[in-house]
């Protein structure tokens, strides 16, 4: 199936780290830039703006105040106006994941940062395990195989990144494409629908999307199944092209390349 060549958006979804926020910065410092802010407050202003990442409610919603609704977690809540859905089954494995949590605990320390992911009532329902800021790699990647060890048993899901010093644990398998699905019925959009995002992660929903654009950085991951590549300094002035061209999505647009071979190809 060819990319599609020209479209008018009505829905614009988004990851959050790695896609409009810089990736390697500490979780208090991450901001989306002032430049991205400013032109998706101008989009939210014609579309709906939606956000789908693996961060918590309490940490997403304070730095995207142009966004619409938000998929946190993975898509395990999400949060439209006052609305919150959670997914079912979030409780069934909250025992499992407490033992989990207890026993990366442990494993800390000064090598192994542990992200707890709470939804709205303040319960924390995933983690991440992160030893990006470890002073002896060598040892955290060796603490860090011991908790995913313990953590890979059902009905807890481990998602690993490819080449990334962390990854993440959750209830029950987390699936980007079906969040996006959800947000497009709640929201009432039903085509022209774009999605950006840079990791695997990512895949489900830009197989939803009508179009799909993979953020290229220092550690995108390969193989994304998108239809077209941006490099992640060029998504600002990308998305300003968008909202000066009426929201019509061009693939003359200079930002972006084609993905080689379509979308889909390698799937």
């Not at 614009?12 to 810089?22: A, E, K, V």
């Not at 709906?48 to 997403?60: E, L, N, R």
């Not at 800021?133 to 890979?152: F, G």
């Amino acid at each position: 199936m060819p990319a599609t060549s020209q479209m008018k958006i009505q829905g614009l979804f988004l990851d959050y780290d790695g896609t409009i926020s810089p990736l390697n910065v500490l979780r208090q410092e991450s901001r989306v830039p002032a430049e991205t802010e400013s032109v998706l407050h101008r989009i939210k202003q014609s579309i709906p703006v939606g956000i789908i990442t693996t961060k918590d409610m309490s940490f997403i919603v304070s730095r995207t105040p142009f966004a619409s609704a938000w998929c946190a977690i993975g898509g395990l809540e999400i949060k439209i106006g006052n609305k919150i859905i959670t997914d079912p089954c979030v409780q069934a494995a909250l025992p499992y994941m407490t033992l989990a949590l207890q026993y990366a605990r442990r494993y800390s320390d000064n090598h192994l940062f542990i992200e707890e992911k709470q939804d709205s009532t303040g319960q924390t329902i995933a983690f991440c395990v992160d030893w990006r800021q470890s002073q002896d790699q060598k040892e955290a990647e060796a603490r860090a195989s011991k908790v995913m060890a313990d953590c890979q048993k059902p009905p807890l899901n481990v998602i690993k990144y490819e080449g990334q010093p962390f990854f993440d644990v959750y209830p029950c398998r987390t699936d980007k494409g079906k969040a996006l699905t959800k947000l497009k019925r709640n929201l009432g959009v039903q085509d022209g629908v774009m999605y950006m995002g840079d990791s695997k992660v990512d895949n489900p929903a830009f197989k939803v999307a009508d179009i799909g654009i993979g953020v290229l950085h220092g550690e995108s991951a390969a193989k994304l199944v998108c239809d077209y590549y941006i490099k992640f300094e060029n998504v600002v002035s990308f998305l300003q092209r968008l909202a000066e061209n009426s929201l019509v999505f061009s693939q003359d647009f200079p930002e972006i390349t084609l993905r080689g071979g379509g979308k889909r190809n390698d799937t």
